[in-house]
């Protein structure tokens, strides 16, 4: 089991980009939360889909934030303009039951922007 | 922000100590975990508690769903040196799975 596969580890862009995250969740499962980590914050659920489709998206900070899963083995999480303050750790995680059981992290992608 | 009040927020031991932490919050939770995060990783769930009163242990880790519903409670027995990182606790009472962390508890553990 390749366990749940974010990328890129690392992106450092500049501000007024446009930053795609990617994920690729476990094989069989139907939910997928994105979350973000950041120190003053914490780990915050952006948004979460069950069977591909968006079931709660109230996380989303800012329009600039979008995310998308057009099939069951792909997601992505994008912002666009980025922002200094969108610096963060983003996991992706998925869950084979909705999430109440728990779910499996991926290893997250850290965004710095600059 | 963080709904969940969780402490201590850091824990300096020696190996070989117990360690407890807690989560309370003013909600009440159908479910609660607890997760560890190691530096650079995602974290990993420990820990899965669906009762008021549950009481699940996982090697030498024991978690409990309390009463009231609104805590819960990590226990750490004869700490090693791998049992260095952040815990963190997440309580939903969504059906979808749709959790609120805790700011973490950070374990350092000496020799």
């Known amino acids: 089991d390749a366990g749940v596969i974010q990328s890129p580890r690392h992106e450092v862009t500049e501000m007024g980009q446009e930053v795609t995250l990617r994920c690729k969740p476990i094989s069989g499962h139907n939910s997928l939360f994105w979350y973000r980590q950041t120190m003053m914050r914490g780990l915050e659920l952006l948004i979460y889909?069950?069977?591909?489709?968006?079931?709660?998206d109230s996380g989303m900070p800012e329009d600039r934030f979008s995310a998308k899963m057009p099939n069951a083995s792909f997601s992505t999480l994008k912002i666009q303009p980025s922002e200094p303050r969108d610096s963060a750790v983003y996991f992706c995680?998925?869950?084979?039951?909705?999430?109440?059981?728990?779910?499996?992290f991926g290893s997250g992608t850290r965004l710095t922007v600059v | 922000g963080q709904q969940l009040n969780q402490s201590p927020q850091s824990m300096f031991i020696q190996e070989g100590e117990d360690v407890s932490m807690n989560c309370t919050s003013s909600?009440?939770?159908?479910?609660w975990l607890w997760y560890k995060q190691d530096p650079g990783e995602g974290p990993v769930l420990l820990i899965a508690l669906y009762k008021a009163g549950e009481l699940t242990s996982n090697g030498r880790l024991t978690a409990q769903f309390g009463i009231t519903r609104k805590d819960s409670f990590l226990n750490i027995s004869a700490s090693i040196p791998s049992d260095v990182g952040i815990y963190f606790c997440?309580?939903?009472?969504?059906?979808?799975?749709?959790?609120?962390f805790g700011a973490g508890t950070q374990v350092v553990v000496t020799p």
């Open positions: 997440a309580g939903s009472t969504d059906s979808w799975g749709k959790f609120q």
């Open positions: 889909f069950n069977n591909n489709v968006p079931i709660d």
């Open positions: 995680a998925s869950s084979p039951q909705g999430g109440v059981f728990g779910y499996t």
């Open positions: 909600s009440i939770f159908n479910t």
